[in-house]
């Protein structure tokens, strides 16, 4: 199934760079592991996907400690203060910031170990209270403006999530403003080149306006059972 599933998914990513003149190579899959088993993770990546996220901390720091394939891991959900210490120097990208406390503590967190941790600032496109994320272009030039302050985070790009609606329009107008949005912050100075939008149901659509990385979940793996511990469901084995 999950072959089959990322052959899909390949398809489709070819389909969506041919339509928009776009090089395939410049596209991302980050594979949205969440509440998914071992080995599913392994078999991906064993198909060739090798960028992988997390959004709850403990799953991410018992995944990175129990799978030993040289992944590159990605923190996807919104991180708490006390819970940084599981993230920062073990995720290749955190995706998530949206406020300058967060950022602060994972600078302080990156210097203790002596490294620079790449971050994202999470926009909400769509204005939904249910998401999070700053809103106006006013308010994210102002966290990276104060993100510049912090020697141990390099912020790369910008992050953001679609409405959840059938809309196409709208879902197009979400992902197209944070491509404006990126556009302009780099007219002033900035360096981002990371557009992290897209998810399974309109990933094309992200593709088309832009993204270099988009976020799979159920396309690739299936429906999630929340009910499911991912502990639980074939961890036994690791086969490679």
């Known amino acids: ?22 090089n395939i190579n410049d596209i991302k ?30 799953d991410f720091r018992d995944k990175v400690e129990m799978i030993k394939l040289p992944i590159n891991w990605h923190f996807v959900g919104n991180l708490q203060k006390n819970k940084i210490k599981y993230i920062v120097g073990k995720a290749k990208l955190i995706h998530s910031v949206d406020n300058f406390d967060i950022a602060y503590e994972i600078s302080k967190r990156a210097e203790i170990l002596n490294m620079t941790q790449p971050i994202l600032i999470e926009v909400n496109t769509s204005e939904e209270e249910t998401k999070h994320g700053l809103i106006t272009e006013n308010d994210v030039l102002a966290l990276l403006e104060s993100c510049k302050k912090l020697k141990n985070i390099n912020v790369i790009g910008l992050m953001t999530m679609a409405p959840f609606t059938e ?21 002033q100075g900035f360096n981002l080149f990371e557009l992290s939008m897209g998810m399974s149901n309109d990933f094309d659509i992200a593709i088309e306006e832009g993204a270099t990385i988009i ?11 929340l009910e499911q511990d991912w502990r639980k469901n074939g961890n036994n084995s690791i086969r490679y």
């Open 1 to 22: 199934m999950l072959t089959e599933n990322l052959h899909i998914v390949t398809q489709k990513i070819i389909s969506a760079c041919y339509n928009s003149g776009r």
């Open 167 to 187: 809309d196409k329009e709208r879902i197009r107008q979400s992902f197209a403003r944070l491509k404006n949005y990126m556009i302009n912050f780099n007219k």
């Open 29 to 58: 899959l980050l594979a949205i592991s969440k509440t998914k088993p071992i080995w599913m993770i392994e078999e991906l990546f064993k198909n060739g996907v090798t960028d992988f996220g997390e959004s709850k901390a403990q």
């Open 215 to 225: 976020r799979l979940g159920t396309i690739l793996f299936g429906e999630r059972n």
